[in-house]
């Protein structure tokens, strides 16, 4: 590890050491399911955990390895693991976390699939949960119970882009033992270190930003070592959502361009800003680099830039959102964000479908409201394509 590095060396060198494999530039991909003992004693000395080598790819895997090494020196944490996906790292970092009976505190706005975990962990194991802004410490306070022990927020918010004050979340979480759980997904570490704020444990899908090339489905945390330590021997070893050696290779290439990528697809998104705000179709426009944000202050406390997503919504409701979508010629319909490629969804019909439509006005989703991804092109061309669209 070469943790004296600016970060954009990081992304690039840390969790690699060629004069390890043969000097091989690129990272080998140690596509193997199991690693070979010389001796049945040596074989139980790796079990007893006497000798560290790999032994079972579920386990450990070198390629794999690499990558949870990197993502450590990228959120400035003591150790990383990497999963199948996103939400095998939620899952395995909260059933780590919680037991039957306690209480999680929630970001009033979660990924669809995070609330349907919660909803799950609530009816199959009476692990409650709340779902509040979070936006005071009276309001934190008064939520928290006896059994509350993890704090689980998005910063932003999927999809209303609305920011979380990670400082202010950490100085009550302190106050009373409580674990914070960041998914850092929409600002990844090169916009946003929560752990640098004193959250406990941070979490990505790094399908999005990080692989950034829309090939990958993955799943990224980081924190202490002991943390990371609990997480690989219960919840990552027995329920087993690893990730594959060709994925974690994938990934360490994705890092890699991370944050020239991220400063393009700010950029783009600054422009996009600009020019959507004056459309007279366009009712609102939530981004929390714009002054007018409620989150822009957050945004410049925590976040390097504010980001590459935009949503907005449109004068009209679902009817008028789905016309928009489909004028659209080169932005591609699809969920996923981070890409090369300028995506755009509907937050009420798609990510946010299996939320209830109580809940989701709750969480400020309309039927108007669309998300739209900013990828790598020219700003200009995507901007005509909205445009086009609109009229
Ligand atoms: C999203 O588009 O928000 C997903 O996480 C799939």
């Known amino acids: 590890m070469t943790d004296n590095h600016r970060f954009e060396t990081r992304t690039i060198h840390d969790g690699y050491e060629d004069k390890s494999h043969h000097n091989s530039l690129a990272a080998p991909i140690y596509q193997t399911s199991t690693f070979t003992f010389e001796t049945a004693e040596a074989g139980e000395r790796r079990f007893a955990g006497e000798d560290p080598g790999y032994i079972y790819s579920r386990l450990g895997n070198p390629t794999v390895r690499m990558l949870e090494e990197r993502i450590a020196s990228l959120e400035n944490a003591e150790a990383g693991l990497a999963f199948g996906s996103g939400m095998a790292a939620v899952s395995a970092v909260l059933l780590n976390l919680v037991k039957s009976g306690d209480h999680i505190l929630c970001s009033e706005g979660v990924y669809g699939c995070t609330f349907g975990l919660l909803k799950m962990l609530e009816g199959k194991f009476s692990i409650d949960h709340d779902l509040l802004p979070l936006d005071s410490v009276e309001q934190i306070r008064s939520a928290i119970r006896p059994t509350t022990t993890v704090i689980y927020i998005e910063t932003p918010i999927n999809p209303t882009l609305k920011l979380i004050d990670l400082e202010m979340i950490v100085s009550v979480a302190k106050e009373y033992g409580i674990q914070v759980v960041v998914d850092n997904t929409f600002s990844t570490p090169y916009l946003q270190r929560p752990l640098e704020f004193g959250c406990d444990i941070v979490l990505h899908s790094a399908t999005k930003y990080i692989g950034g090339h829309g090939d990958v489905v993955a799943g990224l945390?980081?924190?202490?070592?002991?943390?990371?330590?609990?997480?690989?021997?219960?919840?990552?070893?027995?329920?087993?959502?690893?990730?594959?050696?060709?994925?974690?290779?994938?990934?360490?290439?994705?890092?890699?361009?991370?944050?020239?990528?991220?400063?393009?697809?700010?950029?783009?998104?600054?422009?996009?800003?600009?020019?959507?705000?004056?459309?007279?179709?366009?009712?609102?426009?939530?981004?929390?680099?714009?002054?007018?944000?409620?989150?822009?202050?957050?945004?410049?406390?925590?976040m390097k830039y504010p980001g590459g997503l935009i949503s907005f919504e449109l004068d009209g409701g679902k009817q008028e959102a789905q016309e928009f979508m489909n004028k659209l010629k080169m932005i591609k319909i699809a969920v996923s964000l981070g890409d090369a490629e300028t995506l755009i969804q509907h937050p009420s019909t798609m990510t946010h479908a299996v939320v209830p439509e109580g809940e989701r006005r709750r969480m400020g989703i309309s039927d108007s409201l669309i998300r739209l991804s900013i990828g790598l092109e020219a700003w200009e061309d995507i901007w005509e394509d909205v445009l086009q669209a609109l009229e």
Not at 229 to 242: E, F
Not at 289 to 296: F, K, L, Q, V
Request: charge should be positive; hydrophobic fraction near 35%; aromatic fraction near 4%.
């Open 221 to 302: 945390v980081a924190g202490s070592k002991d943390a990371m330590t609990s997480i690989a021997k219960s919840t990552q070893k027995d329920i087993g959502g690893i990730l594959s050696p060709f994925d974690a290779w994938l990934l360490l290439r994705g890092l890699k361009t991370l944050p020239l990528r991220m400063d393009r697809h700010c950029a783009n998104a600054r422009s996009i800003v600009e020019n959507l705000s004056s459309h007279p179709r366009v009712k609102k426009v939530m981004y929390p680099g714009t002054e007018t944000s409620p989150s822009y202050a957050i945004a410049k406390k925590q």
